[in-house]
């Protein structure tokens, strides 16, 4: 092979890792929409529902979608409702809290051992004729969720009346009370969104990685940095710096090694500090809280 | 109709309104008006729901809604446009009337979208431009444009002029009372600049420390020499 078939090689074996961060960043992005809030839990959750997942996968393929929102509603209980009176990073650092409970409780109930996630789709190379390509089907299926998911979340938050009281309510909770809104409801209903694609990205990541209560903390790591390069308040922004942080690290790990993945990704969110503080899509003034 | 009726509220040791009593009719503009820290603001919070008296009553139409939550008071009929042009900066001119409306049903929703931009023709203009981008003026009128989106019976003003030049600040309140005698809406205006208030009011009420000391007729209010030198100011 080439060099630039090298390149190509290692950028379309990033493209599934890549849609995962992505999902997690879009989730992380929701609930910051919704409530000024960085839920740090979101890959707690993805973990707990994704165990719940293979639990259930024999009896039915859709509980753990349930369990998404679910967890997502009792994160916003746990956490934002009791203490956002007081100030958001409150709530942040409960997050944190939340998340090793969820780690902590999950080991109690299944173990701490690395489990295999079954397979929906394919997950080798497709072939055609005698070359096989660094893609899958799953990777493209994974690809695909995410950008149906993008694509459906920009359309409820943009066209839909619950979409703009859930923006509105991240800037001015009072204002939207004063039109006759229950805010406590749209805060909930963001939190429990945001569950439910923190959710479906555990799910889909568990069958190509495998699945321990901390298998996905690096996923946190990758997912935030590419929120925050984004700029925190932008779907597509989270979308496109979560496939580009998934391709860096497989370009990274393909020319060095596995280790060195996370380093890039600081490297990155250091670069992105230093240049353009705000995130690329950010308004200004988008991340005041 | 708005009654107000022996309204008290305290936060902590501070009584900031003291035994309030008023009547707000449909179709009339009653002026709240008093010096800084009279209590004005407080009193229409409370009307309003966003903090509970600690004794007192409000009705509407009748109806006890004393400490009702500001929600439920915008889908009965009652909706307070805040101190400080309370829009939302983040979002289009279009989305802030949007959220005024969502309580109502979407076909209602369009017409009424379409009475108010009648209402504020400059709005009409900017419908795709951020708050932010808007003049303090045009900031004043979405407030009130977003709190008629949902077609109140009583609107609570809290000080629409402050910060705005006289002009536009005759020019708001002049169309909100006009607003008021067409569609029977019952408005009370609380303000600091009473001159104003009082021009366009059909009734006011002076408040100190808290406490109605003179209430009437406005024209009657403004003509009194010796409550303007001791209460107003002017």
């Not at chain 1, 995962?20 to 960043?25: F, P, R």
């Not at chain 2, 005024?100 to 931009?117: C, F, I, K, N, Q």
Request: glycine residues 10%; contains cysteine.
């Amino acid at each position: 092979m080439n060099p630039l078939e090298v390149l190509v090689g290692y950028l379309l074996g990033g493209v599934a890792n890549g849609a995962v961060i992505a999902l997690i960043a879009l989730a992380l992005v929701l609930t910051w929409r919704s409530s000024r809030v960085i839920n740090f839990a979101q890959v707690g959750q993805a973990m707990f529902t994704s165990f719940i997942a293979l639990s259930v996968q024999q009896a039915t393929g859709l509980w753990w979608l349930a369990a998404g929102a679910v967890l997502g509603l009792v994160v916003y209980l746990l956490t934002l409702r009791p203490i956002r009176r007081s100030d958001s990073s409150g709530a942040i650092i409960a997050t944190f809290g939340i998340l090793i409970a969820l780690q902590a409780g999950a080991a109690m109930i299944w173990g701490g051992d690395l489990v295999a996630f079954p397979q929906p789709f394919p997950a080798s190379g497709i072939e055609t004729g005698d070359r096989v390509w660094p893609i899958s089907i799953y990777d493209l299926v994974v690809l695909g969720v995410a950008a149906a998911l993008v694509l459906g979340l920009s359309l409820f938050l943009t066209r839909t009346g619950i979409g703009l009281a859930m923006r509105a309510s991240a800037f001015q909770p009072e204002v939207v009370r004063l039109s006759g809104i229950d805010v406590r409801k749209t805060l909930a209903l963001g939190w429990a969104l945001a569950g439910i694609v923190g959710s479906l990205a555990g799910v889909l990541i568990a069958p190509i990685s495998s699945l321990s209560p901390n298998s996905f903390d690096l996923l946190l790591i990758l997912a935030f940095t590419a929120a925050v390069i984004g700029g925190l308040d932008s779907l597509v922004g989270a979308v496109m710096f979560g496939l580009g942080t998934g391709l860096l690290l497989s370009v990274v790990t393909g020319y060095s090694s596995a280790e060195d993945a996370p380093l890039a990704a600081l490297i990155l969110l250091a670069l992105n500090l230093l240049l353009k503080p705000g995130g690329v899509f950010a308004r200004p003034g988008a991340r005041d809280v | 109709m708005l009654e107000i009726d022996d309204l008290s509220l305290s936060y902590g040791p501070v009584e900031a309104v003291r035994g309030v009593s008023l009547r707000v009719p449909a179709g009339q503009v009653t002026a709240v008006i008093g010096a800084n820290g009279a209590g004005k603001s407080s009193l229409l919070r409370c009307v309003a729901g966003l903090v509970a008296p600690s004794s007192g009553r409000v009705t509407l139409d009748g109806a006890d809604v004393t400490a009702h939550a500001p929600e439920a008071l915008v889908r009965r009929g009652l909706v307070l446009v805040p101190e400080g042009r309370s829009t939302i900066p983040e979002l289009t001119v279009r989305d802030n009337l949007d959220l005024g409306g969502l309580t109502r049903p979407r076909a209602e929703r369009r017409e009424t979208s379409a009475e108010v931009l009648d209402l504020f023709p400059r709005l009409a203009e900017r419908l795709h431009v951020h708050a932010s981008a808007l003049s303090g003026g045009e900031r004043q009128q979405l407030a009130i444009g977003r709190a008629l989106m949902s077609r109140p019976r009583v609107l609570l003003l809290d000080e629409p002029s402050l910060g705005l030049a006289p002009l536009i600040v005759t020019q708001i309140l002049e169309l909100v009372a006009r607003l008021a005698r067409e569609t029977d809406l019952a408005v009370l205006l609380v303000e600091q600049n009473a001159a104003t208030a009082l021009r366009v009011a059909d009734d006011g009420a002076v408040l100190h420390l808290g406490s109605v000391v003179a209430a009437g007729p406005a024209a009657e209010l403004a003509e009194d020499e010796g409550l303007r030198h001791a209460y107003l100011g002017y």
